[in-house]
């Protein structure tokens, strides 16, 4: 049984927000504790509530997601914060990534892949809409000009399954059953593959897997 997941749902459209909302509240785990309209009223609200998901829409009035994505992660927010988009703002996707968001949903899709993000992102994974993983690979290409296939070819076979596991969006404990080795092994292993890829946590380690093929796509 899941915890009550606390949402703060942000776009400018009215019909968006409340749509989201219904979406969102027909599962009994989930609960929309705000909406907001811009990237301001965001961060005025989740300072107060401190919910534990944010659905940001890019393209808002005052403050547009992105701005107020890096304004929330400057302050240090413990909130989740998954990018609600279009298909027309892909070229977003790596910049989004990149300042630290766990999530990115296109607002076609299908509601069990959002409420698969919001779930997803709560318990720590990340969610990338399966449709832009190709689209991320390619800006990931464009920006890493770094020896990957050196840094690849550092990991140990272990290290190379347990990052295949990071990018199926399993954590720690579920790496370790899944492996048959304790938690701290798996802890010690997740380290090491960080430092010997160069990132800094599971999303750019995902990304990181994605683009080797480590995990297909």
Known sequence: MYDVIRVLIADDHELMRQGLKQ??????????VELA???EDTIKKSQKLKPDVILL??????????QALRRLKDMGTDSKIIMLTIHEDQEYLFETINIGASGYVLKDAESSSLVKAIRDVYLGHSYIHPSLAS??????????KSDDLYKKDKLTRREYEVLGLIAEG?????IADNLFISEKTVKN?????FRKIEVSD??????????HNIKKI
């Open 135 to 144: 689209s991320l690979v390619k800006e990931y290409n464009k920006h890493d």
């Open 170 to 174: 399993k954590n720690n404990r579920e």
């Open 189 to 193: 292993h997740v380290s090491n593959i």
């Open 23 to 32: 979406i969102i509240e027909l599962e009994d785990d989930i609960k929309v």
């Open 57 to 66: 829409d890019i393209n808002m009035p005052n403050m547009n997601g992105i």
């Open 37 to 39: 309209v811009d990237g």
């Open 202 to 211: 599971r999303t750019q380690a995902a990304i990181y897997a994605y683009k």
